[in-house]
């Protein structure tokens, strides 16, 4: 299964692997996807879109089994206060769909924080942009291709 996110990571010559799994149980969330690839729960990040109050749109990638601090997410981005996005509006404004959103890829480059305990592993797992599938991606290198920074957001 190829990508938009896939693509773009080859195109670019940036190491990753993807892996997939089977979606059709509907458990798509990061603690079961983790279970069905025989990965670390600490080491499948979600993506989350949130709104801040002074910039916009912000993604923010954090590990499965945590919860986005909003307070820390609006102190990295720079805003006072930020909100999820909700679930009608991240196909219109990312391309993707809820459980299936990767950082990779979107609609506009929107700016993009990663959980600091990210740079813990050797490689993380984020959406590859569909059910289904995964991409195994050193933080640096995730990073580098979505121009993120890394931040304490849990």
Same mark, same amino acid.
């Given at each position: 299964?190829?990508?938009?996110?896939?693509?773009?990571?080859?195109?670019?010559?940036?190491?990753?692997?993807?892996?997939?799994?089977?979606?059709?149980?509907?458990?798509?969330?990061?603690?079961?996807?983790?279970?069905?690839?025989?990965? %670390?729960?600490?080491? &499948?990040?979600?993506? /989350?879109?949130?709104? !801040?109050?002074?910039? $916009?749109? @912000?993604?923010?990638?954090?590990?499965?089994?945590?919860?986005?601090?909003?307070?820390?997410?609006?102190?990295?981005?720079?805003?006072?206060?930020? %909100?999820?996005?909700? &679930?009608?509006?991240? /196909?219109?404004?990312? !391309?993707?769909?809820? $459980?299936? @959103?990767?950082?990779?890829?979107?609609?506009?480059?929107?700016?993009?924080?990663?959980?600091?305990?990210?740079?813990?592993?050797?490689?993380?797992?984020?959406?590859?942009?569909?059910?289904?599938?995964?991409?195994?991606?050193?933080?640096?290198?995730?990073?580098?291709?979505?121009?993120?920074?890394?931040?304490?957001?849990?």
């Amino acid at each position: 299964m190829k990508t938009n996110a896939t693509r773009i990571l080859e195109s670019r010559s940036i190491p990753h692997e993807q892996h997939t799994y089977d979606s059709s149980d509907g458990a798509i969330d990061a603690i079961s996807v983790a279970d069905k690839i025989g990965a %670390e729960h600490e080491q &499948v990040f979600k993506t /989350l879109v949130a709104r !801040g109050d002074k910039t $916009g749109l @912000c993604v923010f990638c954090i590990p499965g089994p945590f919860e986005l601090d909003l307070k820390k997410a609006a102190a990295a981005s720079g805003n006072k206060k930020v %909100e999820m996005i909700h &679930v009608r509006e991240l /196909l219109p404004l990312t !391309g993707y769909i809820r $459980g299936g @959103c990767s950082p990779i890829g979107m609609k506009k480059p929107y700016p993009t924080w990663i959980d600091e305990t990210a740079q813990l592993h050797e490689r993380i797992y984020v959406s590859a942009g569909a059910h289904g599938a995964q991409l195994l991606i050193s933080p640096a290198y995730l990073a580098d291709a979505i121009d993120a920074s890394f931040a304490d957001l849990t």
